[in-house]
């Protein structure tokens, strides 16, 4: 393991104990941890998408705010549903966020994940073309993004304003953001084809898929092929891994409070239905540092990532979660190869 992140759902709800209770309060409260993070030697971090949803939406201007605020950690996504994405602007607001940043941005895409609304891609004006299911118009439109990234023309110039034929590429360009772009793989296959396309691989605490084996191992099968993948499509460049888990060392008692309880209840993986298939969610790693120290070094998949990123309670606040980010740190991270 060599990096490890913060991973922000961007909850916010005003509801009892919530101390993120609007969108406002998500947004700065996202900037004030990305800073506490840095300052504790952190090495990431990411928010995920959702839309339709009291979470973060469309994520360049906060991912720009946060760049503006720090000049180490990595700033990213996880993922970003390419469903509702126009490719090429969201081309050019990656490349102006990835330059305020200095080249700090690692984007997480994918088809999405399960959402609140149905079919809610095409109310905003997007739907797969014919014959081509909602996935198949995500790699699509990743394609697209990519190759736009990477300073491909994409529209013809008008010699009246260029003195040039030929096909201009969107600007402004981001030097080397093109290997930045992680996909969000939810089974082997997609992991398999995420290789193949010279893309890193992001997997998280859900796997849209069940043989029976215990998440992690699962997830660590998946890992081996997506890097086969990859070799045998011959990049060049070495690819990256990331992993999401629920991490809670019970170092406070305001530790115990929040998560003790939750830790007798949620040692194994659970297997559900998801869009009509099985899934496994990866379980929560709670209790003394020394406990998940053993447990998370035995976690097949922690083992060949080379970033981990913790999932956080959002809506405790920015104190709260810089804390549990110190306590992984300080406590955890170590023995498992960090630094």
């Known amino acids: 393991m060599k990096n490890i992140g913060f991973l922000s759902f961007g909850h916010y709800q005003a509801v009892e104990g919530s101390l993120v209770r609007s969108a406002r309060d998500a947004l700065l409260q996202t900037i004030d941890l990305a800073v506490a993070a840095e300052e504790l030697g952190i090495d990431g971090a990411y928010v995920r998408v959702h839309h339709f949803a009291p979470q973060q939406a469309s994520p360049f201007p906060l991912l720009a705010a946060m760049a503006a605020r720090t000049s180490r950690i990595e700033l990213g996504t996880g993922v970003i549903d390419m469903r509702y994405e126009n490719p090429l602007y969201m081309a050019e607001e990656a490349a102006m966020t990835d330059l305020i940043s200095g080249g700090r941005l690692q984007l997480g895409v994918s088809r999405g994940s399960p959402e609140t609304s149905l079919r809610g891609y095409e109310a905003f004006g997007y739907r797969p073309k014919a014959g081509m299911s909602d996935a198949d118009d995500a790699r699509r439109r990743t394609a697209e993004f990519r190759s736009a990234i990477a ?32 996909w969000g793989s939810g089974t082997r296959a997609t992991a398999k084809w995420a290789g193949e396309q010279g893309m890193n691989l992001m997997s998280s605490t859900l796997l849209t898929e069940d043989t029976g084996v215990p998440f992690d191992e699962l997830q660590a099968e998946q ?117």
């Open 151 to 182: 300073g491909e023309g994409v529209a013809p110039a008008n010699p009246a304003m260029t003195a040039a034929r030929g096909l201009l590429a969107i600007e402004p360009q981001a030097p080397g953001l093109s290997e930045r772009v992680w």
């Open 223 to 339: 890992i081996a092929i997506f890097r086969a993948a990859w070799l045998d499509a011959g990049w060049t460049h070495t690819p990256r891994v990331s992993v999401s888990r629920s991490i809670f060392p019970l170092v406070s008692a305001q530790d115990r409070h929040y998560f003790g309880l939750r830790g007798q209840a949620e040692s194994g993986d659970q297997v559900g239905r998801i869009d009509g298939s099985l899934a496994r969610f990866g379980r929560s790693y709670i209790g003394e540092p020394d406990r998940l120290i053993e447990e998370l070094s035995q976690d097949a998949a922690v083992r060949e990532a080379d970033t981990l990123l913790l999932t956080i309670p959002n809506q405790l606040g920015v104190d709260y979660n810089a804390r549990l980010l110190e306590s992984v740190v300080k406590y955890v991270a170590p023995a498992l190869g960090w630094r």
